[in-house]
């Protein structure tokens, strides 16, 4: 019947089946609008009032005002082919299931299950075929046991949903308790850090005031020792001007016996090499920097890399001294080099750069010196 039916709905052009919207022409015969289109195109009718011909009976049509949008549109035809057209499209759905259900091996319908194989077989299957020893059951009775079975187990997938419920909140609670006891432990742990950042600011302050104050100190003193090695001038020059200043030789002696009494002072031989040496111990202000530091807990390769660097920067400090007072390093040396061995502890000392890799060379001028020799006037 559709068959039939779809013939009679088949534009006379095209030979198909109608293309929504169909146009109906005065003579009564439908046409799709696109081939109604082109047959206008054809006979060069592009112009309101313009006549052309019916394909089919070649009786004379004039083109409306509002030209191929005038024309009129048959409704029912296009209601027929939107019901012909769902019709055929459930008959090829309906063909299309039939045909997932024939068994391919002997184009029966497969109604029933091999139990054994899991697997939808016909009755050839299970007479002929490699089904026949297996237990097989009625497809309509699987389905329905399958079915209860898989019903079941969405109620208690459910049920288990339910009961699980007041868990997911209580995990979600925890949830949000530790997002947002994360961002309070970051927010104390930035704040701590910058306490920290600023105590050892504090420090290296404090540090560097000591330093300057250290080297005002030994200012002093290096410019009492060039005071006092300026004396035979200064001496000299009240002599001479003692001298150019007596009228009379009780004048002169007058203060001769002050004069000389200084002089004799000044020129008592003093080692004023190694009376004046006054240095500040580098070494010292670093051990104490890093004492409050374990070197230990940075792991090893950051731990390494630090001490390494100290003791690059340290050569590099030494290099460019004239004089160097090697007794001021020495327990900087020693903590250094126990803090490498302690790092590397546990591991193969491959890289000798890690350890402490310079040395205190002293010369013989250094060898009886200190760092805390004051000058004693």
């Not at 139990?115 to 009755?123: E, H, P, S």
Request: aromatic share 4%; with cysteine; proline share 3%.
């Amino acid at each position: 019947m559709e068959v039939q039916l779809g013939k009679e709905l088949s534009c006379p052009v095209c030979l198909e089946v109608f293309s929504p919207p169909v146009i109906e022409l005065c003579c009564s015969h439908n046409y799709c609008k696109k081939c109604i289109h082109q047959t206008l195109i054809a006979q060069n009718c592009n112009k309101p009032q313009d006549q052309f011909i019916c394909p089919m009976c070649r009786q004379v049509n004039i083109l409306p005002d509002k030209g191929l949008n005038g024309l009129k549109r048959n409704m029912f035809v296009e209601n027929v082919v939107a019901i012909l057209k769902e019709r055929t499209e459930s008959n090829e759905a309906k063909k299309q299931a039939l045909k997932d259900f024939m068994c391919p091996d002997h184009h029966e319908i497969m109604n029933l299950v091999c139990l054994q194989d899991n697997t939808l077989i016909c009755a050839g299957c299970k007479l002929f075929g490699h089904h026949s020893t297996h237990a097989v059951s009625k497809l309509s009775d699987v389905y329905q046991q399958r079915k209860d079975g898989f019903t079941k187990q969405m109620k208690s997938l459910l049920d288990k949903h339910e009961a699980n419920k007041e868990c997911i909140e209580g995990l979600l609670g925890q949830k949000q308790d530790l997002l947002s006891s994360s961002k309070d432990i970051e927010a104390f742990l930035k704040k701590l850090g910058d306490s920290l950042i600023w105590e050892i600011q504090m420090k290296v302050s404090h540090m560097v005031m000591k330093v300057r104050t250290e080297c005002a100190m030994r200012c002093r003193s290096l410019q009492d020792g060039m005071d006092e090695l300026s004396a035979p001038q200064k001496v000299h020059t009240e002599m001479k001007k003692h001298v150019e200043a007596c009228q009379s030789p009780v004048d002169f002696l007058k203060g001769e016996r002050r004069l000389h009494r200084e002089a004799e002072k000044v020129l008592e031989p003093v080692d004023w090499s190694a009376q004046y040496r006054e240095s500040i111990s580098l070494g010292q202000y670093v051990e104490d920097l890093m004492s409050g530091i374990d070197i230990r807990r940075m792991g090893t390769v950051r731990g390494k890399s630090l001490v390494k660097n100290i003791s690059q920067d340290l050569k590099a400090w030494r290099s460019g001294r004239t004089s160097f007072d090697p007794m001021a390093y020495r327990s900087l040396d020693v903590m250094l080099t126990k803090t490498a061995s302690l790092v590397e502890q546990g591991e193969e000392d491959s890289d000798s750069d890690t350890c402490l890799s310079w040395e205190i060379h002293s010369s013989s001028e250094e060898e009886g010196a200190t760092g805390d020799t004051k000058h004693k006037a």
